[in-house]
Structures are given as C-alpha cells and as structure tokens.
C-alpha cells in the first residue's frame, strides 16, 4: 500500500486479505470453487500470499491477499494406460506414504 492507502501496481500486501476465516476462489487449473483457509496467515503470520489446493483436479496453487492465483503444479492433461488402471484399482481409495514401510 502506498502512502495514500492505494495499492502500488503489481505490489501485494498483507493487508489486502477479506475479512472471515475462509476465501472462495476459482482453481486456475478446473475452475471449479475452492475455500481457503486464510486467517492465519492474515492474522497470525501476515502473509501476502498462501500456498493452496484443488481437490477436484488436485492441482497446486499460490494465492495472494489480492484473491489472484498462479498455478504451480497440475495434473498432466494426459495419462499412461497404467496410470488409467491403477487408478481403477484404487477406486477412490486415498494414497498414504510410509517412509518405515
């Protein structure tokens, strides 16, 4: 923010976050809606942008106090075929990593 309490181009502030415990966005990736925690990084840690996540596509986005968003990681468009048959067998069955096993 400038000395005149409007945002300088390109600049991001902290103090740009909405007020409420959650911000609805849309995915950069499907689109579809996502709520973000945002509280604690505009309250606690005073963050200009947060790290978030699509459940439905399961990509990886940045988003700023400003509600922008930049795609980090995505699925690929296409997959392998045994990409396609494990995901068969997993039948919506969630994928945990044990490094002691």
Do not use: H, Y
Not at 1 to 28: F, H, L, N, R
Not at 69 to 95: C, D, M, Y
């Amino acid at each position: 923010m400038g000395k005149s309490g409007t945002k300088k181009e390109g600049i991001v502030s902290a103090d740009q976050w909405p007020e409420g415990e959650t911000m609805p966005v849309a995915c950069p990736n499907c689109a579809r809606s996502v709520d973000v925690q945002i509280a604690m990084v505009r309250d606690e840690f005073r963050l200009p942008w947060r790290p978030a996540d699509c459940d439905t596509c399961l990509a990886e986005f940045d988003l700023s106090a400003d509600g922008s968003t930049t795609l980090t990681l995505a699925p690929p468009k296409e997959s392998t075929a045994a990409g396609r048959e494990l995901l068969k067998k997993l039948n919506g069955q969630p994928i945990f990593f044990d490094p002691s096993a």
